[in-house]
């Protein structure tokens, strides 16, 4: 009911009440009515004084309502309900856009609705309550007159004296409540300070064991259907953190390894992903060499310079060369592998300059060597670091190893090209390291011979592989076994020397075999029930 209303009412009513037979007014009962319109008089005018605190709000600010969720932003008005209250304020949370943007305490008629979004707008809605943000008694609303209680029924009557009036403070809780927020605050800061400190460790972890048949691509009229399978493995290799070395500490499947054993003396580990790629495009090179050849195939082969395996830090190298790229010749002179690139640089000595022609090639996360454009470098050799080892000489290589020569800063391999008689493609992704060889040239061989090599079985295999199939020791032996175990594999192939760490770690169920190259493995399969191409056979491209 509103302010004006209200008045008209009370002096409509006092009015009939004068104007009435004078027995049936006494003094007391004339009293009575003028306490009742002074009272009248008080309520109209907080009611006139409420609905100006109320327009002044509504424009802008959060309103606290309880009960009742908005169906949109701003205040509109809806229906008034029926019966004595329809034209009463009630109160509401609601979020009205307007200039001021501040908090504000505002009442609007009728109901609302929330959506979605202004449920995202303002967070959790919660009830109303008194000791949160009630405003002050004083300026509230007349309460509603519940019949034979009167005013003081109502929940919103002022407190009683004593209690303190005005707004209540809400308690920030318990002591110990604080205590212990405050620790898990300093122990989640120092976790994630913790995180981001690496230590000067690696740890090995199992990978996984997937199936190479998936990975290999080769003419439809060549390739077979693969019954069973070989599987490759892999490990992951993660940097410690102060945050992750008790954890990695203890466990029963995790490997704990110096960087130096990782990386190297002086490679620093920026340059590791990048190894890894390199490591795995060679050895799919010579992994579909030893496979072909062994099948008969005829497989040309020839070196084309030395590729950059390492630069070390801070080097007169790290300016101009990067790892995958290829160094073609020195002062001019052709260096088709690395003998005649360690020759070409016998007699330089520190503070001299040498010219580099370097192809800037790359290799991409599927092992595929991307060519670049051919540029020359400039290079001035400087002393050589104590922290970094001269080279020993290569057999075969006269000149090579140190004889007093400046010092350039990086490591190289001969780099060689091979001519296919056939396209052959191991599509890996994002798989470093040279260790699948053996794996993927096993899983060539039974693409190409019919698909019986393993007899049915699920065989895994982990070794370097070289052109010529000899098979070379591996890192994460241990991790790697547990890796072949839970992909369901009854057999394992290990370099030789390492079958005891992965009969440490194998359970009765799986078989590993200690061999020294391609030809062991074959023989192997075929006492294990494999279906073995004959070694004579040739063919033609």
Not at 529 to 537: K, M, N
Request: charged share 20%; glycine share 12%; proline share 8%.
């Amino acid at each position: 009911m509103c302010a004006r209303r209200l008045r008209q009412l009370v002096d409509r009513r006092a009015g009939r009440l004068a104007e009435g037979p004078a027995r049936g007014l006494d003094d007391q009962r004339v009293r009575v009515v003028e306490r009742g319109a002074q009272a009248a008089e008080k309520w109209a005018g907080e009611l006139e004084r409420r609905s100006e605190v109320a327009r002044a709000t509504a424009d802008g600010g959060i309103g606290i309502f309880p009960q009742h969720p908005l169906e949109r932003r701003g205040i509109e008005p809806t229906r008034p309900r029926q019966g004595a209250e329809s034209d009463l304020a009630q109160p509401r949370v609601v979020r009205a856009e307007g200039p001021a943007g501040g908090l504000g305490i505002s009442f609007v008629p009728g109901d609302h609705d929330v959506d979605q979004a202004e449920r995202a707008v303002r967070g959790r809605i919660v009830h109303h309550q008194p000791s949160m943000s009630e405003p002050d008694p004083s300026r509230t609303a007349p309460p509603t007159t519940d019949p034979g209680h009167g005013p003081q029924g109502s929940s919103d009557a002022p407190p009683p004296a004593g209690t303190g009036g005005g707004r209540r403070h809400r308690r920030s809780g318990p002591l110990w409540v604080q205590v212990v927020a405050a620790a898990v605050v300093v122990l989640i800061v120092g976790a994630v300070i913790a995180d981001h400190v690496d230590l000067n460790d690696y740890v090995l972890t199992p990978g996984v064991a997937k199936p190479v048949a998936p990975l290999v691509k080769v003419p439809k009229t060549r390739a077979h259907r693969v019954h069973g399978g070989v599987f490759l493995t892999d490990v992951y290799i993660t940097h410690v953190t102060a945050l992750s070395y008790l954890y990695d500490k203890v466990r029963a499947d995790a490997q704990i390894l110096p960087a130096a054993a990782v990386l190297g003396p002086a490679t620093p580990a920026s340059q590791l992903v990048a190894q890894g790629y390199l490591e795995m495009e060679q050895s799919q090179s010579a992994a579909k060499t030893a496979a072909l050849t062994r099948l008969g195939y005829d497989v040309g082969v020839r070196n084309v310079g030395v590729v950059v395996f390492a630069v070390v830090a801070s080097s007169p190298a790290s300016s101009a060369l990067a790892v995958g790229q290829l160094v073609t010749a020195v002062d001019g002179r052709s260096t088709p592998d690395a003998c005649a690139f360690a020759q070409a640089l016998a007699s330089r000595r520190a503070g001299e300059s040498v010219e580099l022609t370097v192809e800037r090639s790359r290799v991409n996360t599927h092992a595929e060597m991307v060519p670049g454009p051919m540029v020359r470098e400039t290079v001035r050799l400087g002393r050589w670091p104590s922290s970094v080892t001269h080279p020993t000489a290569t057999p075969g290589c006269p000149g090579s190893g140190w004889h007093g020569q400046g010092f350039l800063g990086v490591e190289i391999e001969t780099q060689q090209s091979f001519r296919f008689p056939f396209h052959v493609t191991l599509r890996t992704t994002s798989i470093g390291g040279p260790s699948a060889g053996l794996a993927m040239t096993l899983g060539i061989i039974d693409t190409l011979s019919g698909g019986d090599l393993t007899g049915g079985r699920a065989v895994a295999a982990t070794g370097t592989i070289a052109a010529t199939g000899q098979v070379g020791e591996v890192g994460g032996i241990p991790e790697k076994t547990v890796a072949v175990e839970r992909a369901g594999a009854t057999v394992f192939f290990v370099p030789e020397a390492q079958v005891g760490t992965a009969k440490s770690k194998a359970t009765p169920s799986l078989r590993v075999f200690g061999v020294r190259s391609l030809a062991q493995v074959l023989t192997e399969l075929r006492r294990l029930g494999g279906t073995i191409p004959p070694t004579s056979a040739r063919h033609g491209s």
